[in-house]
């Protein structure tokens, strides 16, 4: 893995070569002109976590750089500051790093350091280490929590401290509008808030006449498109496997009086086939499917993207909203949905400057009978 390295100056540039790059790649689906979300050009992620690196009696945060010729061989890259990360995380690694280098109790042991910020700062710092945390390291924990203005997460092997909460509230602006969402330590959030904040906007304009219908959601995660999208349809129903997820959004649809919405703990596969009535149940019944009249359905996947059995079961819908982390199996997901529908929107997010990562978002209508292939 590199270590990106901000640059603002040849930002525009970088997103010109994406931009280029993925308009060529799926030019044969016939893509509307696409549509370009830029991020912020520094201090973009919210996020992040970096390894502790101990040189005797100094400490400091480092990542690694694979060397190419041979991947087994890692360099370590001595951080003092980050520019790909939030101006609160910068502000608060010479702070701790500091706070650490003067307390053999918080130091010893110490491996990893997570930071979790938002927009309006608020900060949670995870400490994980090799070793069991004892009273002593709670008691200077808590000090430093006062004297940094964050809350603390103590981790090591089966064991889990929180001093004070283990998530923040992150308050995104779209369209006007203030979303708030719980977001919890060590579960995934979209990490460049600015660009999720674009994508939200995106989403809820390409759904905007959608009100006579309903939504189905697959990967709903922490609810971050569920509850920005459903005023846009009379219901929805969404899905997540992770359970500290569901239990977040269903915090995010009551923080933000979601009303129309519920979020079913099953697996893609195992409530497509609840929707295919192949599957029963209390939590099935529960969800009174047979109410609901699905005419769009939203799918933000993993890298892997969607396998063939899920892209057929996705057909018989008149509109699809794809979010995907990963062109390449987006390419090959659209090759079998392009036979029943057709690509009237199209996104690039640029979630990861200076990286070649490509975020993207598709809207897709179903094609009129005689136009089918």
């Given at each position: ?13 970088q997103l010109d ?190 759904t905007r006449e ?164």
């Amino acid at each position: 893995m590199a270590v990106p390295v901000v640059e603002p100056e040849r930002y525009e540039a970088q997103l010109d070569a994406k931009r280029e790059r993925v308009t060529a790649q799926f030019a044969r689906f016939s893509p509307p002109a696409l549509e370009v979300f830029p991020s912020p050009p520094s201090h973009y992620r919210q996020r992040c976590e970096f390894r502790l690196w101990h040189e005797g009696d100094d400490l400091f945060y480092a990542m690694f750089e694979v060397d190419p010729s041979d991947p087994k061989r890692k360099e370590v890259i001595r951080l003092d500051d980050y520019p790909v990360a939030s101006e609160r995380i910068n502000a608060l690694m010479p702070a701790l790093r500091e706070a650490l280098l003067a307390s053999d109790v918080l130091r010893r042991k110490l491996f990893q350091v997570e930071f979790l910020t938002t927009l309006s700062g608020e900060a949670l710092v995870t400490l994980i280490y090799h070793r069991q945390l004892d009273a002593a390291w709670e008691q200077e924990a808590r000090a430093l929590q006062t004297t940094l203005g964050v809350s603390i997460i103590g981790r090591a092997r089966k064991q889990r401290l929180v001093l004070d909460r283990d998530h923040v509230w992150e308050r995104l602006q779209v369209e006007r509008r203030e979303f708030v969402y719980q977001q919890v330590e060590n579960s995934f959030t979209q990490p460049n808030a600015a660009i999720c904040q674009s994508m939200l906007g995106w989403a809820r304009d390409v759904t905007r006449e959608s009100r006579e219908g309903d939504l189905v959601e697959f990967y709903c995660g922490n609810g971050n498109f569920t509850v920005a999208l459903a005023e846009n349809f009379r219901r929805v129903v969404a899905t997540e496997i992770s359970r500290t997820s569901v239990a977040s959004a269903n915090v995010n649809l009551e923080a933000n009086a979601v009303a129309n919405a519920v979020v079913a703990r099953m697996s893609a596969e195992e409530f497509s086939a609840a929707l295919a009535g192949e599957k029963t149940g209390r939590r099935v019944a529960a969800l009174a499917l047979d109410e609901h009249t699905f005419t769009t359905a939203l799918v933000d996947p993993p890298r892997a993207g969607l396998d063939a059995h899920s892209c057929e079961q996705l057909k018989v819908y008149e509109r699809i909203v794809y979010i995907s982390c990963n062109p390449d199996t987006l390419e090959a997901n659209l090759e079998q949905l392009s036979a029943t529908h057709v690509v009237t929107r199209f996104a690039l997010f640029d979630q990861f400057p200076y990286t070649d990562h490509c975020e993207c978002g598709v809207l897709l209508e179903r094609r009129a009978p005689a136009a089918r292939a």
